[in-house]
């Protein structure tokens, strides 16, 4: 589950109406610099992170990264426990998107 750093989940449900603080944060962010257009939508940051990580490290940790499961074999990746692997694919796409970061930066 993720959390704020005052650990209140970022996924919240009150009387049945739930809130995704992801979703805000993300369509708060794209108002912000402009980004209006279709293809756009937090589904596709996601997307677009799992191809980077399955391009850096492989199919079974892009589908970690995704929590996704595989129910033909039982293999449930939100029990997925090589987190140092997962670190480090993060870390090659953090350096391989820098370009982008600096030019922002900039």
Partial sequence: MLTTQR????LRENNGAKTD???IAWR???MSVGMTGRGMSFKH???TASQLIRDAAG???SEAFLCHS???????YNKFSDW???A???DQVRAKLQPVFDAVES
């Fill in 7 to 10: 650990g209140t989940s970022l």
């Fill in 21 to 23: 603080m992801i979703a």
């Fill in 28 to 30: 708060r962010l794209r």
């Fill in 45 to 47: 940051l996601r997307k």
């Fill in 59 to 61: 199919k079974e940790l």
């Fill in 70 to 76: 595989d129910r033909t074999t039982g293999r449930h």
């Fill in 84 to 86: 140092s692997t997962m």
């Fill in 88 to 90: 480090d694919a993060l």
